[in-house]
């Protein structure tokens, strides 16, 4: 019989703490391999080209997108949710598990609050193109003492909740990374052989000693974060779905939105850390930290997640039925049934399907697959807010009115230049930053017997 | 010129040692020592007599500030500096300025814990004192005891090489 007290270890090929800095490190010291370069080059391709698409789309107005009435939020508002909830999986990890004390987030935790930094950078400037005069989003977004009026942003208004929640999240994810961050940039800096490498890193460290005095404070402030962070987390999402949900039109004016997408985000950004990982520790050779448990244990969430957002496809179903609303009846049934049902179908298809293969463990530690699964679940999770921001308003309350919504070219153009921005991010972070929490993968590493060294 | 001071440092390799040693450095009554460990290392708090961070406090204030910039902010503008009449609803509505009270508690209390964390508990930036060995960082835990003068430094030593430290130097510098 199976041992099932048997625990697989947290880190592989009996490392020492040593070890563990030579092996994170050695990316950052080494000059880029040819690989990187090319993958960097093309990121940066797709992402300048989508930077052109949007300075032409911001010249010529908005017009250029795919939004014509009555589908007045288009791709931008899908991919800004989209990529919102890709970030959720990064705080989910540093947050939410360090609280309950699963210390196998210590190996994925630094690159998946690096993702999620990038994606709610990518996500930031959807709503900004969207505005049609991003030059003038300073006083439409935040409050600011001026001279005309004086003229105060709605702070009625879901979507300002939005942009206060978004911005808040991205100040605490980026201070959480960071912090969690100062301990590995001062072993770099110490290790650095060259002059300005020693500085740079050196100021970054904020010259970090390693003090038992510092690390008692230092790890009551990473307690607090995680403990501010974890409501955080669940709020994001939350607000982002208010902007739906306070609204009053069918299929958006539903009470299940909150936990529907905060379910839906952890999905997806657990997918993306799984396409990224499973790239990244191959390229890095960061097998032994990254393991197949941690793997299979982003595997089991997806799962997990994937099911809940099941669930509330279901429920959604059912609560129009059960509701008597002949317009919500009727939004649900256009889903399933009307002109995009086709979307709706990849929806379900990349959403719940696909994740039932993760019951079985064999499959959960499968490497192809799982990567293979992870692009569905992206792309099922961009679908399901096609869904969502689309079939609601492409078919309103006039009949006369309604208009069948296509992306446009510049549409297109735009969400894949933001792919290429995230993944240029990504690519760099991997360059100059320990990609794995060396600190804290050194905590969990079994300690052997005393031994000098030699 | 203030009086130069020394640090007597001592090494080990292992978590478990480090314990022991900073143990033994607080029941000596040294006025000034500390550990340095390239990982939170458990129980060295309580091996260094070290207190529990007074850090949260700074949190809970930080938060309350947030809260209350919060609620000043969205009642003042729609009370007093640009009342809206929305269906004569209430001016100051309450549930729909929750979503900033909460956003606005956070983000004071997370980014004032972190900034207060490095700069008054922590004492950085600091680029000046003394790295006693770039392996701290790496896999070395070093016990560093200040002296006062160079008369000390040797019986200190000696006392470092009690306690099984594997490698002893010194160096000038404050802790």
């Not at chain 1, 032409?56 to 989209?82: D, H, K, L, N, Q």
């Not at chain 1, 501010?228 to 669940?234: A, K, Q």
């Not at chain 1, 779905?241 to 909150?258: C, E």
């Not at chain 2, 440092?9 to 340095?36: C, M, S």
Request: net charge positive.
């Amino acid at each position: 019989m199976k041992n099932l007290l048997y625990e697989e270890p947290l880190v592989e090929g009996s490392k020492t703490y040593a070890d563990v800095n030579n092996d994170v490190c050695k990316p950052l010291e080494s000059f880029p391999t040819k690989l990187w370069l090319g993958a960097f080059g093309i990121a940066n391709l797709i992402m300048f080209m989508g930077f052109g698409m949007i300075g032409y789309m911001i010249y010529e107005g908005a017009g250029m997108s795919g939004i014509r009435s009555p589908v007045g939020w288009g791709m931008m508002i899908i991919t800004f949710v989209f990529w919102i909830g890709i970030g959720h999986a990064g705080t989910l990890i540093s947050a939410i598990l360090f609280l309950f004390k699963q210390k196998w987030r210590t190996g994925i935790n630094r690159s998946a609050e690096a993702m999620t930094i990038f994606a709610v950078m990518c996500a930031g400037i959807f709503p900004l193109i969207h505005t049609g005069r991003p030059w003038y989003s300073a006083y439409w977004l935040f409050p600011y003492p001026n001279q005309m009026g004086p003229l105060w942003v709605n702070f009625r208004s879901p979507l300002l909740w939005d942009v206060v929640a978004v911005s808040t999240y991205f100040t605490i994810s980026l201070v959480f990374w960071y912090t969690g961050l100062v301990p590995d940039f001062a072993s770099v800096r110490d290790r650095a052989k060259n002059f300005f490498r020693k500085k740079i890193y050196g100021l970054l460290s904020l010259g970090w000693r390693g003090s038992s005095k510092a690390w008692s404070h230092y790890e009551i402030a990473y307690m607090i974060l995680a403990g501010l962070s974890t409501p955080l987390v669940l709020s994001v999402h939350t607000i982002v779905s208010f902007d739906f949900a306070v609204s009053i039109v069918p299929g958006w004016h539903t009470t299940i939105f909150p936990p529907y997408f905060v379910a839906g985000a952890i999905f997806s950004g657990f997918a993306m850390v799984v396409t990224l990982l499973v790239v990244a520790r191959e390229v890095f050779n960061l097998k032994d930290y990254i393991t197949l448990g941690h793997l299979e244990a982003m595997n089991k969430i997806i799962l997990a997640t994937g099911m809940l957002v099941g669930l509330a496809y279901a429920t959604e179903f059912f609560v129009a039925w059960y509701s008597g609303v002949s317009y919500e009846r009727f939004i649900f049934i256009q889903r399933a049934m009307g002109p995009y049902a086709w979307s709706y179908w990849i929806m379900v298809g990349c959403n719940v399907l696909t994740p039932q293969f993760f019951w079985f463990k064999s499959l959960r530690r499968n490497i192809p697959l799982m990567f293979v699964l992870s692009l569905f679940v992206n792309v099922g999770m961009w679908f399901e807010r096609f869904v969502i921001v689309v079939t609601s308003l492409a078919t309103d309350y006039l009949p006369s009115s309604w208009n069948y919504f296509r992306l446009s070219w510049w549409d297109t153009a735009t969400l894949i230049g933001s792919f290429g921005m995230f993944f240029s991010l990504f690519l760099l972070f991997c360059r100059f930053v320990p990609t794995i929490a060396m600190a804290e993968v050194k905590a969990v590493i079994p300690t052997k017997g005393s031994e000098h060294h030699g | 010129m203030a009086k130069p001071r020394f640090c007597v440092v001592g090494y080990y390799f292992q978590p478990g040692e480090i314990l022991v040693a900073a143990e033994k450095a607080r029941l000596r009554n040294f006025k000034n020592f500390d550990t340095f460990t390239p990982f939170p290392v458990h129980g060295i708090e309580k091996a260094q007599g070290l207190k529990r961070s007074s850090l949260p406090y700074v949190s809970f204030v930080a938060g309350c500030a947030g809260l209350m910039a919060a609620v000043g902010l969205q009642v003042w503008t729609h009370l007093y500096s640009w009342p809206m009449n929305i269906g004569g609803k209430p001016l100051a509505a309450i549930p729909a300025y929750v979503p900033i009270f909460f956003e606005l508690t956070v983000l004071f209390a997370g980014v004032t814990t972190v900034v207060v964390m490095f700069t008054h508990y922590c004492g950085l930036p600091n680029f000046s004192k003394p790295i006693f060995h770039p392996d701290i960082t790496n896999d070395r835990f070093a016990l560093a005891i200040e002296v006062d003068n160079e008369d000390q430094i040797e019986p200190v030593k000696k006392f470092l090489n009690e306690i099984h430290a594997q490698e002893v130097h010194h160096v000038e510098g404050r802790l």
